[in-house]
T-cell receptor, first 111, second 113 residues
Framework: AQSVTQLDSQVPVFEEAPVELRCNYS??????LFWYVQYPNQGLQLLLK??????LVKGINGFEAEFNKSQTSFHLRKPSVHISDTAEYFC?????????FGKGTRLHILP | DVKVTQSSRYLVKRTGEKVFLECVQD?????MFWYRQDPGLGLRLIYF???????EKGDIPEGYSVSREKKERFSLILESASTNQTSMYLC????????????FGEGSRLTVL
C-alpha cells in the first residue's frame, strides 16, 4: 500500500523568504502526485499535480514542485512567501482509485 | 462556480445517537469520497463511491456506512456515534478517480459527547 511522509509537521518562515515543504512517498511504481492547501476554516483545494511529463510542476499562487522518481520525493517550493500563504499543506499520492494523504505541514509566516 | 456542499458545518451529538452527514455536488461527478481529518493524522479515507448505489471501503470504514441513492448526493452514516468519532469530516468529489482533482466541501465538525 502507498504511504506519504511529510517530514515536517510545522515550518516557520519569515515573510518574503523562500520555503520548501518536503514530501516522500513509498512506491517506485508510476503514481500521480498532488499538493493540496487548506486555509483556516476551509476545505482543501488543489495547488498542483503531477501526472506525467516534465518533472517540474507549476501551480497556483506561485508554488511549484519537483518530482524526483529516484528519491521518491515531491517537494513543494515557493521562492518568496506572503502572509496569505499561512495554511496547512497536504501532499497526496494516488493508489488505484483512491488518493492517500500525508499528515500535513503547517506553514507559519513570521512578520 | 463548482461546489461541494456539506449540510452541517457543526454538529453536537450524544453517544449512541445515529448521525447523518450529507454531501451534495453540482459538477455531475461520478466519484465521491468521505474523509475524516484529525490533528497530526491528516486525512484518512472512510468510504468512496464511483457510481450510484456503489460503494467501496476506504482505510477506516469501521463504525461508518454510506448511502448513494442519487449521483449528486453521498451520505455518511454513523449508526451509533461514539466519542472517538469526534472529528472533522470532509466530503469530496472527482471526475476521474486517482488522477483527477478532488473538490472538497468545507467540512462538518462533529462532536460526540
Amino acid at each position: 500500500a502507498q504511504s506519504v511522509t511529510q517530514l515536517d509537521s510545522q515550518v516557520p518562515v519569515f515573510e518574503e523568504a523562500p520555503v520548501e515543504l518536503r514530501c516522500n512517498y513509498s512506491s517506485s511504481v508510476s503514481v500521480y502526485l498532488f499538493w493540496y492547501v487548506q486555509y483556516p476554516n476551509q476545505g482543501l483545494q488543489l495547488l498542483l499535480k503531477y501526472l506525467s511529463g516534465s518533472t517540474l510542476v507549476k501551480g497556483i499562487n506561485g508554488f511549484e514542485a519537483e518530482f524526483n522518481k529516484s528519491q521518491t520525493s515531491f517537494h513543494l517550493r515557493k521562492p518568496s512567501v506572503h502572509i496569505s500563504d499561512t495554511a496547512e499543506y497536504f501532499c497526496a499520492v494516488s493508489e488505484g482509485d483512491k488518493i492517500i494523504f500525508g499528515k500535513g505541514t503547517r506553514l507559519h509566516i513570521l512578520p | 462556480d463548482v461546489k461541494v456542499t456539506q449540510s452541517s458545518r457543526y454538529l453536537v451529538k450524544r453517544t449512541g445517537e445515529k448521525v447523518f452527514l450529507e454531501c451534495v455536488q453540482d459538477m455531475d461527478h461520478e466519484n465521491m469520497f468521505w474523509y475524516r481529518q484529525d490533528p497530526g493524522l491528516g486525512l484518512r479515507l472512510i468510504y468512496f463511491s464511483y457510481d450510484v448505489k456503489m460503494k467501496e471501503k476506504g482505510d477506516i470504514p469501521e463504525g461508518y456506512s454510506v448511502s448513494r441513492e442519487k449521483k449528486e448526493r453521498f451520505s455518511l452514516i454513523l449508526e451509533s456515534a461514539s466519542t472517538n468519532q469526534t472529528s472533522m469530516y470532509l466530503c469530496a468529489s472527482s471526475s476521474q478517480p486517482g488522477a483527477g482533482e478532488l473538490f472538497f466541501g468545507e467540512g462538518s465538525r462533529l462532536t460526540v459527547l
